[in-house]
């Protein structure tokens, strides 16, 4: 008789700023479940990234109150030409800084979404047996009211020391746009809203640099 063995995971919450200018409630956190064979070490850092992305949304809900736009509005908008809209949004995207703003309400619907149980429950996947993502990978998914945030991590690009937080927040926000309904051509990011600002993110939102090629971030992408 074959053994059956069951993947399990474990429930993390990672608290969710409460940003401001927002109509609809908010939760206070939101829960993931991870899978048990990612170690202690990457779980924390899975749980990094997150936070990362939730401090981004946050600073970008906190500067609009202001008045201004967040650096990864402004880094986006400098770069973003192509797709600028995910595939449930009708109506015509007048400029890139009202396609991010399009972004940031769709992030928001998910949050919403995975923190009051409308969606499935997120889960961190491993892959497995299966071959691993570059980095983190997000399932394509067209509706943010509905969508979960599950995306499967590459466990060895997790524990690789060389490779800073800022690379995989971008990665991490690249996967989630997947999931909101952003596309891409296979393989082809530049220029694309969905690989910009995700690479943005990595260069924590500076501007690119003449003889850093676009490669030596987007290998981490998809």
């Known amino acids: 008789m074959k ?3 069951s993947q399990s995971f474990r429930r993390t919450t990672v608290t969710l700023p409460q ?3 927002i109509e609809d409630p908010l939760p206070t956190h939101l829960t993931f479940f991870v899978d048990s064979r990612f170690t202690t070490a990457q779980r924390s850092r899975i749980q990094r990234l997150i936070s990362g992305i939730f401090a981004q949304w946050n600073e970008y ?7 201004v736009d ?4 402004q880094c986006t908008a400098r770069y ?3 797709n600028l809209a ?3 949004f009708e109506d015509k995207i007048a400029n890139v800084n009202v396609a991010f703003d399009v972004m940031m309400e769709g992030l928001t619907r998910m949050f919403i979404a995975n923190g009051f149980g409308r969606a499935a429950r997120a889960q961190i996947m491993h892959p497995g047996s299966s071959t691993p993502p570059k980095a983190i990978r997000g399932v394509n998914a067209s509706n943010p009211d509905q969508n979960s945030l599950s995306v499967t991590i590459n466990p060895n690009t997790l524990g ?3 490779i800073v937080d800022a690379t995989l927040r971008g990665s991490l926000l690249h996967a989630w746009m997947h999931r909101e309904g952003y596309r891409h051509p296979v393989g082809r990011y530049t220029s694309f809203m969905i690989g910009e600002a995700a690479m943005c993110l990595m260069r924590n939102n500076s501007n690119k640099q003449a003889g850093v090629p676009d490669s030596r971030f987007t290998q981490f992408l998809d």
């Open 3 to 5: 053994a059956f063995i």
């Open 19 to 21: 940003a401001p200018g």
């Open 61 to 67: 809900y906190a500067d609009r109150d202001n008045g």
């Open 70 to 73: 967040s650096p990864l509005k």
């Open 80 to 82: 973003a030409r192509f």
């Open 86 to 88: 995910p595939v449930w």
């Open 160 to 162: 690789r020391t060389d």
